[in-house]
Structure formats: C-alpha cells, structure tokens
C-alpha cells in the first residue's frame, strides 16, 4: 500500500495512518499521536536547536515525521516489549513506496565513495549519502521517499546513474557527520603536510636525529583524531589500531575480538595523527625509536573513558594501539559476566574470604581485566583498603589506591610488593605474576592476612598450579594460600535478530566428543544488526577450581595434570570445553566460536 502518491509528500498524519493500516499501530494509538504531534515536533524542534546557533543546513535541522513518531515509544500493536523505532517505520515506509530499505553500517562503508559524489552542503541539506559504487552506478541512501526531483537533479549535474534506497534519517545524518568531517580534516591537513619529508620509514630510521616533529597541535589533524575516536567509541570498538604501510597509513577497529579496516589515509598524514596521540597521552614526540606507553582520559556520552596508548616502531613508522576501556564494560555485576550458577557461588566465596589467593588466568584479550576490577568493585566499602598493584594502570578508580609500575625508575611489582604492607592493605590486587619474586610476595601478602586478586598467563585453572611450581613456589604454600583459579574466554554471542536452527553433524559431535544423539544448535545468518556476521557482543567462559582436600593432596614438586583434573571433577569442576558446550546449546553461541575459544 503506498502512501498518498497524488501527494509526493510525506507528513506526520500520513505516516502515522500508514503505520495503522501497517498494523503497527492501534486505532486508540493512531488517535492519541495525532492529537500530540504538532506538540511533539515543537519539543523535538527545540531540543534540536538548544544551544545549536551554528546549523545552516535545512535536511538536518528540520525534525523528520518519522522521528516525531518513534519519539513516542509506543509499543508496536500486538508485540509487547517491541518498540515502534524509526529504523521499524523506515521498513514499513520503504515498502509501502517501493524502495528497497538499507540499514548503514558505517564498517562497510568506503570513505572515498561517501565524500567524492556528492558535496556536503548538498548531502546535509538533502539527507543523502552515496553508500556503494558499482559498475559506473552509484547507490544513494536518501531519508525521503517523495524527493526524486533531488536525486534527478544530482545524476544531471554528475552524469551519474543512480539507484535509490531508504534509510532513517538519524542513520544518514551520523554517517555524514562523521565521515564527511573526518574527510574534510584529513584533506586539510594532508594539503598542510604535503611538503613535509615522510621520515618513518625502516630505512630511515637513522635519520630521525635532528627532525623537527610536525606540530600535532595543528587545527586539522585535532578534528581528525577527535572524528577517529567518536567513531571508535560510536562503534564500541575495544581497540584502535593506526598502522604505517608503505605509501598509505591503515586505521582499523577491533570489535567484538575481531578487526576490521575502517579507514586508508595518505602516508603524509600519518606523522602529524600519531604526533597529535602522543601529545595527548604525554609521551615524548622526538622518541621515534622506542616503545613508550601513555594514557588519555576523555567522555562520550556523558560518561569518562580511560585510553591506554602503545606506540612501537615497526617496518614503515610507529604503529599506535589505543585500548579503549569502557567503564560500562570494565566494571560489570558478576552475575551478569556469564558465570554459571555453581561457578559464581564459588567464585563470591573466595572473594569474600579474609585472606589467601585467588588467580585468574587466560591469554590476552580474555577478559581477566574486566573479572578482576569487578570483583574489587563489589568489594569496596569505606570498611576495606583495596590496593592494586598494575603494569600499567588500566583505569584509574576513585576506590582503589592504585599504584602503577615504573620500571624506568626502578618501580617495579616486586619492589611495590616489598613495601606494600606497611600501608595497612586488606585487599591486594596484582596485575600479573610474572616472576618468581611477584609469586612469592604475592604468597606472603596471603600468609600474613591478606586476600589478593592476580592473574597468570596458563590454558586452563589446573595447568596454573603448574606455572606457580615453575616460578618456584613451594607446593606447601600453593596448599596454604590458594583459594581457587578462574580460567576464562570470552565468545561471541549469536546476533538474536537472525537467530537460526541447525542440527550439529556426525563430524562436528566426534570433534567435541559428544555422545552420539541429535543436538540442536543455533547460528546467525547476518543481518543489519550485526553487520552480518552473525554475531553481537561478547559472553565470557569461567572454569572455576577450588583448592579442596583432594587437589591439596596431589600438590607436589612432580605433579600431573591429569591427576589434578580428575580430583577437581570428583568436587564439581566443569571444564572450559564443557562449559563452552553448554553455552552452545543454550544458543549462546555457536560451534566455532566453541571450536575456536577452546580447541
């Protein structure tokens, strides 16, 4: 059903009947919006231009119908807990005019193709955005329907064949904002660094003495960090990663533990960006040569975000990773990390015991940061010292006396831990033990009546008692001291929005020594939602060991691991590969994420 088509034009009233006769709203529904639109677009309008004097261009400035409707959030008719977004009224509005519905997805989207077709003022004032170019015809995203006069007016002017789809407005404007400023920074300041000589190549190493740094305080290349960092935040990306090639400079995001190419900018540009990150983190800009670590606090969203920053001299350049440490995924309930309910109701009780160690183990990536500042979160009370030990600081807590490694001047965790006593600690945490002296005052913190919190690098909680035998930790104070091991993963959850069944094959149940019998699983085919990869977010795997009688009495210089397996089995232990099993099952995620997370 179209809307109106004498009309050409899409208002709050017409949108809205659609919407009813979609059967997406109630008639008592269509009745009440009706009545309460002209007042809601006058709130929206003022929303919008508070403090916004700067807006010039009319598509962006104006509030869209359908923004008016979903501002509402009324419940879709007949499906409760679904709300009525626009991204749902651009579905409906797409097919009801014919035009195929594009949800944007910023990952797939090329710069070059956004910013080079059309200009911005026109793109904003029209809200349109070139998405795809393909064989000489170039796929336009446009917010109206009925402005085909627009699209026309652009293929004259550009000799272009252009196919339309319908995107929301929100989706449109973000994508302009972004890359059309991040574009427009970038052009700007590589016209500036243009007659710079690019030093950073391997081969030239040498030559850096004496070099003055491009200033990384320049206007442009401020805008284009600050549009790179948005755009990592507005991607929930955990890691930035700026990477020197040979003739171009590579930035890309790593999201939900995988990476993905966002951005290629002109070689030149790359010193005067990774310049600027330095400045911010306050690392030493002449230092080319060297490793250096810094941090940068910044807020998004109303909310403070702490970025650690690495720089390392490679092949072409200096390489930049920024870890994004999100508070709102660094501090989580523990009951909402994904512990099963016997896991978690031995993991609170090593946490709440008064004195001994509690280790988490896993590779890097693994989660053990987020385990370990959640747990000394649910235990910090104005009752309770919490000191932590870290190489470096991952974020910076108001409720922890956070000391930070500096091996440079001799700070480092054993001469910390040496010291650490005597400023009255009930609880201990330790970034990592990394070597014999960390183990062993890690061990006589526990001894003398400390509860501490540390991490170790092992595969799985049984192999960390062998770790702590190497660093030469006697078996009898691995017995006296250890509470429990957390190993942990963490693995992609399936996207619920292209959530599907399968049956798990012969082969597949074989590998993971399944018995033989029909199982159920589920997979995501990709959709919009998780840019189609099936996948969205992240739950974590906790294989928890506690340290009963029966695992004591296998802790000697010579043990076996099996032997440890099998007496925590007799206690309840799960393993990893089991409890990654079970995850599957349940349609948490899928068998190669199992496959992958576990081997």
Not at 180 to 185: P, Q
Not at 295 to 302: A, C, L, Q, Y
Not at 477 to 498: D, M, N, Y
Not at 582 to 599: A, F
Request: overall charge neutral; glycine content about 6%; charged content about 25%.
């Amino acid at each position: 059903m179209r809307i109106m088509p004498e009309s050409k034009k899409l208002t709050f009233e017409n949108l809205s009947h659609l919407m009813e006769r979609r059967g997406l709203l109630s008639q008592s529904q269509l009745k009440d919006v009706l009545a309460r639109g002209k007042a809601q677009e006058s709130r929206l309008f003022s929303q919008l231009y508070s403090g916004a004097s700067r807006r010039t261009h009319s598509g962006a400035d104006l509030v869209s119908p359908a923004e008016i409707l979903a501002s509402f959030n009324l419940e879709i008719h007949g499906l409760q807990g679904n709300l009525l977004t626009e991204d749902v009224i651009t579905v409906a509005l797409a097919s009801a005019t014919g035009l195929p519905y594009f949800k944007i997805d910023p990952l797939k989207l090329d710069l070059h193709v956004v910013t080079d077709h059309i200009p911005r003022p026109f793109a904003l004032k029209n809200l349109i955005v070139a998405i795809e170019e393909s064989n000489s015809v170039i796929t336009v995203a446009v917010a109206d329907p009925f402005n085909e006069a627009i699209v026309n007016e652009l293929a004259s002017a550009r000799r272009l064949e252009i196919r339309r789809v319908l995107s929301s407005k929100s989706d449109i404007l973000k994508i302009l904002r972004e890359f059309y400023g991040f574009r427009a920074s970038v052009v700007a300041a590589e016209a500036e660094a243009s007659t710079t000589t690019d030093l950073g190549n391997l081969e030239q190493f040498f030559k850096l003495k004496g070099h003055q740094d491009i200033d990384g305080t320049d206007k442009h290349v401020v805008s284009a960090v600050d549009f790179l960092l948005n755009y990592a935040f507005d991607q929930h990306a955990s890691d930035i990663h700026i990477e020197p090639k040979r003739e171009t400079s590579l930035i890309r995001f790593r999201i939900d533990g995988v990476m993905h190419n966002i951005h290629v900018i002109p070689k030149p540009l790359h010193a005067p960006i990774v310049s600027r990150i330095k400045l911010l983190s306050r690392m030493d800009l002449a230092e080319k040569r060297r490793p250096q670590d810094g941090r940068i606090k910044t807020n998004f969203n109303s909310k403070d975000i702490e970025l650690r920053v690495s720089t390392v001299p490679v092949a072409f350049g200096e390489k930049v990773v920024i870890r994004v440490f999100d508070p709102d995924i660094l501090l989580q309930d523990l009951d909402t990390m994904g512990f099963y309910p016997r896991e978690l109701t031995l993991y609170n009780s090593f946490i709440r015991r008064p004195n001994g160690i509690i280790l988490v183990t896993g590779p890097t990536g693994s989660g053990k940061t987020t385990t370990l500042y959640s747990s000394l979160r649910s235990l910090s009370s104005p009752e309770v010292n919490i000191v932590t030990v870290e190489d470096p600081i991952e974020m910076v807590m108001e409720e922890f006396n956070q000391i930070g490694v500096q091996q440079g001047i001799g700070v480092s965790f054993d001469s910390i831990l040496r010291n650490i006593l005597r400023q009255d600690p009930d609880i201990i945490m330790i970034g990592e033990i990394r070597d014999r002296e960390t183990a062993e005052n890690a061990v006589q913190a526990a001894l003398t009546g400390h509860l501490v919190l540390s991490t170790l690098h092992t595969n799985d909680s049984a192999s960390t008692i062998i770790r702590l035998l190497d660093l030469g930790v006697p078996p009898f104070l691995i017995s006296a001291t250890v509470l429990g091991i957390v190993a942990q993963r963490l693995v992609r959850k399936i996207c619920p929005h292209c959530k599907k069944v399968r049956n798990l094959s012969r082969d597949e149940c074989a590998y993971l020594q399944m018995p033989k019998k029909t199982y159920v699983v589920w997979e995501g085919a990709g959709c919009k939602e998780c840019r189609g990869t099936g996948y969205k977010g992240r739950s974590g795997l906790f294989e928890v060991m506690s340290m009963d009688d029966g695992v004591k009495s296998l802790i000697k210089v010579s043990v076996e691991l099996k032997e440890v397996a099998l007496a925590a089995r007799k206690e309840g232990f799960i393993t990893l590969r089991e409890i990654a099993i079970n995850k599957m099952l349940e349609g948490v995620t899928t068998y190669e994420e199992v496959v992958s997370m576990t081997g």
